[in-house]
């Protein structure tokens, strides 16, 4: 079954707005969340690492006032997209990676941003 | 910099027969390496790693191999068949914690 849930998988607003991306560790708690930027036809980005009970850690060039990163619980990360411009539509995933079960990192289905 | 290397953008192969993949990377401190398979929007999923420890691992009908020498990596899917039609990512890392991907090749499995 689904290790991660990833909500919403679409999303379709106006220039502007802030967007909020919920990335669920199911049945397993993580400590360590990462999120990934895909554009089209590129590969995956890794944007930040997501620390529970501690900030997150950016990756050179992505600017952390723009994308906030909460993990204020073991279950649960999130990412929000402040002012959101049309550079910034754009495939998100998150993954979990658990550390204790020593697996590899296991990927929400991601959310397809789209800035009008 | 792309420190991980997937230089053919997509591959068609005959189904039953067998399906190579390839991966290059250019950072030596990497130790852990991953083949992912990804659907249009969806995430990946995982389908097999190798340590640096070893040379060849093998699930099923996927076997991976790496020639750290060459900092080359295969994944070979024999028999191939039309359900492994996806792109592929190979991934890299030290410590199997940040993942450094490729830029994926689109496997096409025709009937």
């Known amino acids: 079954g689904a290790v991660v849930s990833q909500h919403p998988s679409w999303v379709i607003c106006k220039s502007g707005t802030s967007v909020k991306i919920e990335c669920r560790s199911l049945?397993?708690?993580?400590?360590?969340m990462f999120w990934y930027r895909q554009f089209p036809k590129q590969s995956l980005m890794l944007m930040a690492t997501?620390?529970?009970?501690?900030?997150?850690?950016?990756e050179q060039g992505v600017e952390k006032d723009k994308f906030l990163i909460n993990h204020a619980s073991l279950t649960l990360s999130t990412l929000t997209v402040t002012s959101a411009h049309p550079e910034d539509s754009s495939f998100y995933i998150c993954?979990?990676?658990?550390?204790?079960?020593?697996?590899?990192?296991?990927f929400g289905d991601g959310t397809r941003l789209s800035i009008l | 910099d792309q420190q991980v290397k997937q230089n053919s953008p997509s591959l068609s192969v005959q189904e039953g027969r067998i399906s190579i993949l390839n991966c290059d990377y250019t950072?030596?401190?990497?130790?852990?390496f991953l083949w992912y398979k990804k659907y249009p929007a969806e995430g990946p999923t995982f389908l097999i790693s190798?340590?640096?420890?070893?040379d060849k691992n093998e699930d099923g009908r996927f076997t991976v191999f790496l020639n750290k020498s060459a900092k080359h990596l295969s994944l070979h899917i024999v028999p191939s068949q039309p359900g492994d039609s996806a792109v592929y990512f190979c991934?890299?890392?030290?410590?199997?914690?940040?993942?450094?991907f490729g830029q994926g090749t689109r496997l096409t499995i025709n009937p």
């Open positions: 993954s979990v990676y658990l550390r204790d079960l020593n697996q590899p990192q296991h």
């Open positions: 997501s620390n529970e009970g501690s900030k997150a850690t950016y």
């Open positions: 049945d397993f708690q993580a400590t360590t």
């Open positions: 950072n030596s401190m990497f130790d852990y």
């Open positions: 991934a890299a890392s030290e410590g199997a914690q940040k993942l450094v």
């Open positions: 190798i340590s640096s420890i070893k």
